[in-house]
């Protein structure tokens, strides 16, 4: 997702391809609305982010965007999949009453993102089943790919949990987060626990993961996917470096991004 020029793919190639018809479909694969897979990514980038875009009529450019520009390319993809993200956002079951009766708001736990975790999340209830018991519920996680693919169980494929192994998360960190880092490209990866018994008593119970210091709620999640986004180097910064270069001054880069992200868009 390009957030300037707002355009969306999956990288097979250095081209852009400016729409979401034929030739982004060829980069990309097929995506089908109805497929679970889809449907679920959808959604979890809908619940899980406070920003607003607003397209142009029929096309694929952003108008206007509010908001985190990650969040706001992500939205974008959603839209590239053939979704709308306030459609999702207003279903009934993610809907919860304010405490005083005076109107609702989305999901049932939210958990903002922090510099130091490098995630967000949001736990959103299911719609009831046929047989009227509780849907349970489902805990939305996206952030930076190397720590949320730390927190992965298992990976959605065709709709079903496949288990990730040791290998396929080594492959992931070095063919596919690397790969994309290594073209300035900011990756974020999207996962998600469903809850079937309902909440947890404790959002906040402390564990430790795969080496890694998180929630308890955070552990044996699903992946949904990993998303690589450009972060376009404005046209200006080149000639202001240039230019505090010449007047004596060091320029010097503090980033949260990952490493090798980082490495690439500094040189």
Known sequence: ?????????????????????????????????????????????????????????????????????????LLGFVKWLGFDYAEIRSKP???EKDDDGGGTSLGVKTIPFSSESKRSAIAVRLPKKANGDDGGIRFFVKGASEVIVGLCKYELVKGVNKRLSPERKANLQQQVIGKMAKEAMRTICIAYKDFPA??????????????????????????????????????????AIKLCNKAGIDVRMVTGDNLQTAISIAK
């Open 93 to 95: 079951s993610f809907q």
């Open 198 to 239: 309902g909440p947890p008593e404790d959002w906040e119970e402390k564990t430790e993961y795969n080496g890694q210091k998180c929630r308890l709620c955070e552990t044996d999640l699903t992946m949904l996917a990993i998303c690589g986004i450009e972060d376009p180097i404005r046209d200006d910064v080149p000639e």
């Open 1 to 73: 997702a390009h957030m300037e020029r707002t355009t969306f793919e999956v990288k097979s190639g250095k081209d852009h391809t400016g729409n979401y018809g034929a030739s982004a479909a060829r980069n990309a694969g097929k995506f089908v609305p109805d497929d679970k897979s889809a449907q679920r990514l959808a959604e979890a980038v809908s619940v899980n982010s406070t920003a607003d875009v607003v397209f142009s009529d029929g096309g694929g450019e952003f108008v206007s965007q509010f908001g985190n520009k990650t969040d706001c390319a």
